[in-house]
């Protein structure tokens, strides 16, 4: 049973191969009444797209999206949204060489052990280019989570070594598209483009952690026992490329703490004007879910991108014969792609959070 | 749209709360032919419950599954295999004083905000007793990866800020069973029960990681883009109480190598008996996973568990109706859990691995 | 992949054979609040029992219903709903002679050719007994219809060649649990018990026809484009032993008509309290539902049941091993099993209609 | 819970409406290396289309279908199979005096109570355009189905009251496409090609029934108790526009046999080279399915399809706003789809065999 679709109520399949005809996307499940504009939707697909800075890859894609379905008069519909990128600046031949090549560190391998043989122009379906009808699916469900003043804010808090040490407060939040970074602190910013351009010059590669923060999600989503919010969150967020690691709340340092540290208190309990109850605690080392439940507190998590793979620099390797090549490092390739996975972990929770929030309708009757 | 279904070929739904008549589940999609003994499910299910030992909690439940269902002549039909553990050591009395309070950092305040109310008595469904029926379902999942010769190992590698620093052999896997708190080093194991004794006078409590390996997998399980092994694996995990992270691989140290040193160097493509190619890199920081599909070598990754949330200190908290309540320390609780989890992590990753052993059969034709 | 689960949000999974421990049924997604009494589900399970009268088996099964989980102080919770109903009146021994035997028109052949092997205990899983979880999980539904209004009821409309001409009116149907045939035409009930017992001195057995109304459905309900309500309804009543065939509205006599005489000519279209549009028309041919969503108006359809297929003749057939053998007529058995189905049809319907009320509530936000 | 999305394994998803930019789905599922000529899913489409005959619509689609994914060097990659359908000869203004009306027989009413408003141009989604998706994805589904031989043939046995009443044997299915009314009996297409052209000139519609056969479908197929193979096969045929009922084997005629009649007794059981075990029964009144699992012997089912609810005729109708109006007949119209239907039914029943051969490949381990 094949694995490209994602979510239960508002559901994403998308389709297609970095050296096809297209990539795209259908979603199912939309309700009626959303204003789409396909500019909101185009905007969004402009921030995941290479070639915005010399951080990232020159690839000149448009990416132009092409709505196909279930909008009319600007308004979904509650039919399938589907819609379609064309690929345009490929060219195919660039590939050949790695035609039989196992790639270190690339799917080659394991997509020729599954299916066979593998279309190998670009990485095919294995590319990064797939998340861009992700990004274009998770704007649809942004604008869903705008009924209900749901937003969803990523950034870069480190790249290789370089990190932030500071606390990210709200305010800093309107610098991440101040840099190309997508960081907020521009001067930890200025270190890691550093960095990266100096790992541009020895032809290396690095990786580096996404912050996401989600906001004003109600108390009361998520679905015991196995679809907690977080595990759904997690399964999003280790579906994208590269991912090697998720931790939300406390995380990995809150197993090294004691229980009377890490309890999250409840310092205020009140009602808001729909009657619904709001908790506030001291530290909110929940992360914005107990129980698999979302508390009505921020829901943050973080995410760690593993170095690119492609490097400028020769490896040995093997190809599908057995024989031992040599791999040149050659080609247009990004140095570190986490700026760019920005906009793609906001999709992926805009994803999860509108399937949650509507999955969470069922329970009224 | 509920979630107490996990999987999708190997499929199972679990029910029950910790003081009701029963927790059990339904197994669907075992193949048939495979032989069930009660007696090895009993025997993974002895490894979970409370009871063990001085570090967890006092509890005696007998835990006794029974097999409803789906197996004949000691093997399974194809049909679906349910079981039942009854609930026997529970005095529901003992938690009316807990009817209206929201515990800090349980799911009291989030399963009354989703459900507008609670079984309240010990936690009713969010408590950990519900993950007894996956503990027995990942041993039917278990049975059927003996057949193709897949194991899989998990056991503690810290405990609060005691951590195993030394790598871990495979010789050191024969120790795990060898201490009560499941590590496979038993000089740290013993460093970790002083350290839990200490908290148990200081009624703290603490939490841990667990470290887990799969070994045989074959290559090529696993189905992008969404289902990708890792990301279920990240699902199923995050999915149990109390886990708050999860890396695969070189996880999020991973994210601060450059990828010179992170590629994972091809240094063998050899030919086992099937037919089938195998690989052997230098370091496998792929954790045995490339494009969300399975490599052939070894997968392993760790989880971070939360203190336990239940403390023998007086905390100040709300009450259902928004008032200031002190709740008090008493009962039987564990001090650490993660020891006890070491059986429920083999399961869930049991079941992913099944679920994907079974997928992959649909590419044949 | 199995399919013992049916539904998407109110959903059912069944387990258990015919003499096993128990059969059973798990039912997940019954919004939290639902009065949900044993006795009522009881009530239902003793209308499909067997032993009721002369027309059906005498076997004597009380088939006790036992609630497992998901229920606290008589309501629903949010939790799965496990229910079990143990085997009693088994005589495993009766059925050895039919170990090896293919009988006719029975599933023996074709449970062998997938799963290699059959738990051949009076039809294992292939017997009618699994419906009567079915019937358990239809009861807990229809207590949900319950609160929109939505009434479900079935009658016997043909019992072989002996069929209901006139027609059935709303003042009829209570005269349906009035005789053993559940007839609404007392008239027509004694001739089809007359043609039973004519055929139970030959050994003989026959099918018939059952006819089902749905009321006060909202409209609305229905999901284009392959859950149209009619598919799902069909999909329902085929999965139930022994149907043959499934019409809706005009059904195979309405393909005979001319557009002109079978278009349901709107005779009113008014505006109910809550604001919803309500729509009469002419004939209701349409049978309440249109491009695969319900019009509000009654939603009715027609089974076809083959006759019994265990006579009370000797019959030749085959074993597993190729060998003619001559099957003996012996044991207990109905004539004609369509009056106890009509509990069992009941049911399936509610949970469709259940399924679709909660699905309908994804579109709002 | 929206319901464009139909299988589970090989799954097809759909999208776009009568008069948007495109139609066109998602298939996937398909296993790699199946050889998907564009040509041969082009000619399905083509015996789909309008305008083939005076029969039905002269509506001139070209209905050209563009592949855009999963296809590399001719055969399927094991990703995912999406297409395009560009629609091009619309004319919106043409249905702007439909806008508000609700037409009677049409899903106008419905579609609007359930989603607020609807796409009136043309239907919408409701349109039986969107089945040009299925018989495309149904094309695809075949060619896996080639591999096995299996075989499925769909044709026209009523139109209106103008019946086959001889048998069909295999040997008359050769006629099916000589005629436009897709019937094998040459003669009967002559009488239902009169009563078409008849009813032409009183501006009326009818309905017809279509008969399906499958051959070579091994034994072992369809998965109990839920997703029996008729019933998946219901729910096919049942999502398709204006079918109003489904028998398989005896139908409903089968309800009025004894059992004595009706069992099919075995007359051979022999063993084919695979070791396989083959069925030869007297009449299969079964229709190749027993217990929802397919017994090897010919598949067959019938379906009722309404009569065309668009007539050439004035109507009294209501608009949305509750007022009485008059609907004019005009346009271009079929007055009967049955013919058309028949790779549509073909389609369907691809699907639906395409997924349970694929489902039954994980019992195997």
């Known amino acids: 049973m094949a694995g490209n679709t994602f979510g239960t109520v508002f559901r994403l399949t998308t389709f297609g191969e ?9 979603v199912d499940g939309c309700p009626p009444g959303i204003q789409i504009p396909a500019a909101y ?25 092409e709505l196909l379905s279930g909008i009319f008069d600007g308004k979904s519909t509650g039919a399938p949204i589907a819609f379609l990128i064309r690929n345009k600046d490929h060219k195919p031949g660039d590939y050949d060489h790695l035609k039989d ?8 391998f394991t997509w020729t052990a599954k299916f066979g043989f593998r279309d190998h122009r670009g990485g095919g379906r294995s590319s990064a280019r797939e998340t861009a009808a992700r990004v274009a699916a998770g ?12 937003s969803i804010t990523a950034w870069v808090s480190s790249v290789g070594p370089v990190a932030i040490k500071k606390v990210v407060t709200v305010s800093d939040l309107k610098n991440i598209d101040a840099n190309s970074l997508r960081c907020p602190h521009p001067e930890i910013a200025e270190e890691m483009l550093a960095y990266i351009e100096r790992l541009k010059t020895e032809g290396d590669t690095t990786g580096g952690i996404i912050t996401c923060l989600i906001q004003n999600v109600p108390a009361g989503l998520g679905e015991p026992v196995f679809d907690k919010l977080q595990a759904d969150l997690a399964k999003a967020m280790l579906s994208i490329n590269a991912v090697k690691g998720f ?12 229980g009377s540290e890490h309890n999250d208190l409840i310092e205020q309990l ?16 929940a992360g914005g879910i107990l129980g698999g439940i979302s508390t009505g507190e921020d829901i943050y998590f973080r995410l760690a991108f593993k170095p690119v793979a492609t490097i400028m620099r020769d490896q040995e390797t093997f190809d599908k014969a057995g024989n031992k090549i040599v791999l040149q490092g050659k080609g247009r390739h990004d140095v570190c792609v986490v700026p760019r996975a920005v906009p793609i972990v906001e999709a992926m929770a805009a994803l999860v959070v509108a399937d949650h929030l509507l999955r969470n309708k069922c329970l009224e009757v």
């Open 18 to 26: 970095s050296h096809g005809a297209a990539i795209g996307g259908v």
């Open 41 to 65: 939707i185009q905007q969004c697909l402009d921030k995941r797209r290479p070639g915005q800075s010399d951080v990232v890859s020159p690839r000149q894609e448009s990416d132009i999206i």
């Open 101 to 108: 090549a196992f790639r270190p560190s690339h799917a080659d």
């Open 139 to 150: 704007a649809i469900a942004q604008l869903l989570l705008n009924r209900s003043g749901i």
């Open 247 to 258: 931790e939300y709340g406390s995380g990995f340092a809150g197993s090294a703490m004691k």
């Open 270 to 285: 009140s009602v808001d004007k729909t009657g619904k109850s709001l908790l506030k605690t001291r530290n909110n080392y």
